[in-house]
């Protein structure tokens, strides 16, 4: 249910772009909570191992380079004493501001708050002008503070729970489980690295077995690190992620297959578990808020105002603190502005609700964690206010750039792992740019060139189903491009061709049928196959859907044929050469009846769309060659046939890339995407052609 239910969010998402889809996550889940009084029972070790562990060795994977790098020192210190700072400071005002909280349990729900959404970080850079340090700087915070933040709180937490804390034990030990879980990880990374390169010289090197070693290796490091060692699991998976990252320059030489599989499994990992993090909060919620609201110390409204003044709080410490680093690193006035969205970038996200989903029941002396509801309650206030918080000012900030606001939850195969920030250059430039869908459209159109060029009597079949293929796909990207003036033009030229090609299908059916060629059942049951093809087309309202209905009515019409056919036993051979003359006739006679019509006078065919018309007469054609006596293939034959035809295709758009990267109407990176996508293709090939040969 929960998995059905991320998917749900995402489809939501997809319609309502202003919203975060960790919103609509948590509103789903509060839904879950309401209507079916769904409960989760939830363990803090089990539940720290599952959701912390991958999620950290997935940022530590992601760490960025270059600009980064060169910042580590700042980042570092930022990690550490802006954690440190938020957590004693904004502890000790979270405890003024809601004096029902303990010290050590405003300490804990500081800490727990410290750490931000990496993802939403790197999403708001986007759409705001931040001078370059400053993004790295908060970019690179983001992805280490996980680690500080959580150790913080397991502080707090224990501190609470036990009712004992010294300063000077606590630093002792936090030294130690820091320092220890770093060299854990990275021995036990190392070792792992070491163990995988051992079993590739021996043979072992299935791209399956390599990638569920990955999958496994931030729930071993992490027990490892806090069972055997009792070091910090969380700082000792961040660290293993890095040096698998560093590794990853030796490994894509031989193995790049291994880095797509392990790149695609780790997006569906982190998608689910963000997704799984937030609808938990959504049915938590309830058991918060219901306990809130008949909690007689203090009333649902002074909750609320408990949530934002924490989120108040974190604010300010956020933004003092980027002005003040602002004034000690750049020798002109520090910009408040900067400042504020920087601030305003702190998102909280997967990492903060995991963190305090965990928060014990119990005290060791068995008696409730005090205020845990309240605790629960505040810290799904402060990820709420501050992801609608960045909905709301961004747009007032950047009104020209209205990206959606992206999370961990949303992260997709098109976010920049490495935080390249664009070259403005490259904006300047007065060479006309192409989008995806353009270039995709160019390259595709490339490839049917290529295909026509190959087409021969003996694969003409095989070359028409192709070019459909393409055709299909190039009439979805269109609909993406056009403007609204555009499409009404298109589809009204559609509507009419499509129209007059089904007159002449119709013609021929009853010429067909006049002359005895065909029965009266197969001309009735045609008939009504136009019938309905006639009422889709007028009423339809895009090409892309027409298109689509089109194929289906197509594939319906052609099982229900073979339905009736199968029925009638014995009339099988002489139905079946019946069905195929009335394609094969029906198709010549559309095709013939869009050839008179584009030659009369009140008709110019220039500003007619020429797609709408190709797309047409290939598939009459390809209809024709389907239907054609004495020109059927085998399986065999076809398959390879169209294979070789796949083969060529593809070259053509790989050439494609090249030329328009070369004439500079394309990036580098999207070059990057569309080559990628053409890998994608080959390698689906390249695999039915390995099982074919199986």
Do not use: C
Not at 87 to 114: C, D, E, N, R
Not at 229 to 241: E, K, L, P
Not at 641 to 669: D, H, Y
């Amino acid at each position: 249910m929960l998995v059905v239910l991320v998917l749900v969010s995402n489809v939501i998402s997809h319609y309502l772009t202003f919203i975060p889809v960790s919103l609509i996550q948590i509103a789903l889940g509060l839904v879950m909570a309401l209507f079916w009084e769904i409960e989760i029972p939830l363990d803090t070790d089990w539940f720290l191992l599952l959701f912390i562990a991958p999620l950290l060795f997935n940022d530590g994977r992601r760490f960025p380079k270059r600009e980064l790098w060169q910042l580590r020192g700042p980042i570092f210190a930022n990690s550490i004493l802006l954690v440190f700072l938020t957590t004693v400071v904004g502890g000790y005002l979270i405890f003024l501001l809601v004096p029902k909280l303990s010290l050590p349990v405003s300490f804990a729900l500081a800490a727990i708050l410290s750490p931000t959404d990496p993802v939403a970080v790197q999403s708001i850079s986007k759409r705001v002008n931040l001078p370059d340090r400053i993004l790295h700087l908060v970019s690179g915070e983001s992805l280490i503070n996980d680690a500080s933040g959580l150790i913080a709180f397991k502080y707090a937490v224990a501190a609470t729970v036990t009712g004992v804390f010294s300063f000077g034990h606590a630093v002792g030990d936090f030294l130690y489980i820091s320092l220890v879980g770093l060299i854990a990880g990275f021995v036990l990374m190392s070792l792992i690295e070491l163990m995988r390169d051992v079993l590739r010289r021996q043979g072992i090197n299935d791209v399956v077995f390599n990638t569920v070693l990955q999958i496994m290796t931030p729930f071993v490091v992490y027990v490892i690190a806090e069972d055997v060692f009792h070091a910090s699991g969380v700082i000792a998976v961040v660290t293993a992620g890095a040096v698998s990252h560093a590794q990853e320059s030796r490994l894509i030489e031989d193995l790049p297959e291994l880095k797509l599989v392990t790149e695609k499994t780790w997006n569906i990992i982190v998608y689910l578990l963000n997704g799984v993090v937030f609808l938990i909060l959504g049915d938590e919620l309830p058991v918060a808020t219901g306990k809130i609201i008949k909690d007689s110390q203090f009333s649902t409204f002074q909750a609320v105002a408990y949530a934002f003044g924490a989120w108040l709080i974190l604010l300010v410490i956020r933004v003092v603190w980027i002005y003040l680093y602002q004034g000690v690193t750049k020798p002109k006035r520090p910009s408040f502005r900067v400042a504020l969205l920087a601030g305003l970038s702190g998102v909280r996200g997967a990492v903060t609700m995991a963190g305090v989903l965990s928060l014990p029941l119990v005290l060791a002396n068995g008696e409730p964690f005090p205020q845990r509801a309240l605790t629960l309650f505040i810290a799904a206030g402060v990820i709420i206010i501050s992801l609608v918080a960045a909905v709301v000012t961004l747009p007032l900030v950047a009104p020209d750039n209205p990206q959606p606001l992206q999370t961990r939850a949303s992260i997709n195969d098109t976010t920049d792992d490495d935080f390249v920030v664009t070259d403005e250059s490259e904006e300047l430039e007065s060479i006309h740019r192409l989008s995806e869908a353009e270039a995709r459209i160019y390259i595709m159109r490339l490839a049917i060139n290529a295909i026509e060029e190959q087409r021969r009597i003996n694969n003409q079949r095989a070359a028409y189903d192709l070019i459909l293929d393409y055709q299909f796909i190039i009439r979805r990207l269109e609909v993406q491009i056009r403007d609204d003036s555009e499409m009404r033009q298109l589809v009204q030229d559609e509507v009419t061709l499509r129209q007059v090609s089904l007159a002449g299908e119709r013609s021929a059916l009853e010429r067909l049928h006049v002359h005895h060629q065909i029965s009266t059942r197969a001309y009735r049951m045609a008939i009504k196959s136009i019938e309905r093809t006639t009422q889709r087309v007028t009423r339809q309202s895009t090409s892309a859907i027409s298109a689509s209905l089109h194929n289906w009515n197509v594939a319906l019409h052609r099982l229900w044929r073979r339905l009736t056919t199968f029925s009638h036993g014995k009339k099988t051979g002489n139905q079946d050469t019946e069905w195929q003359l009335i394609d094969r006739e029906s198709a010549k006679a559309a095709i013939k009846a869009l050839s008179k019509y584009l030659a009369r006078d009140d008709v110019d065919p220039q500003k007619l769309d020429k797609q709408a018309l190709y797309h047409l007469v290939v598939f009459y054609r390809n209809r024709i060659e389907r239907a054609r006596e004495n020109q059927r293939v085998s399986r065999t034959d076809y398959a390879t046939q169209l294979n070789k035809l796949r083969v060529v295709a593809l070259g053509a758009e790989r050439t494609g890339v090249q030329s328009l990267l070369e004439a500079g109407n394309i990036t580098w990176q999207m070059s990057s995407r569309l080559r990628q996508y053409i890998n994608y293709s080959e390698n689906v090939l390249m695999m039915s052609l390995s099982e074919e040969a199986e």
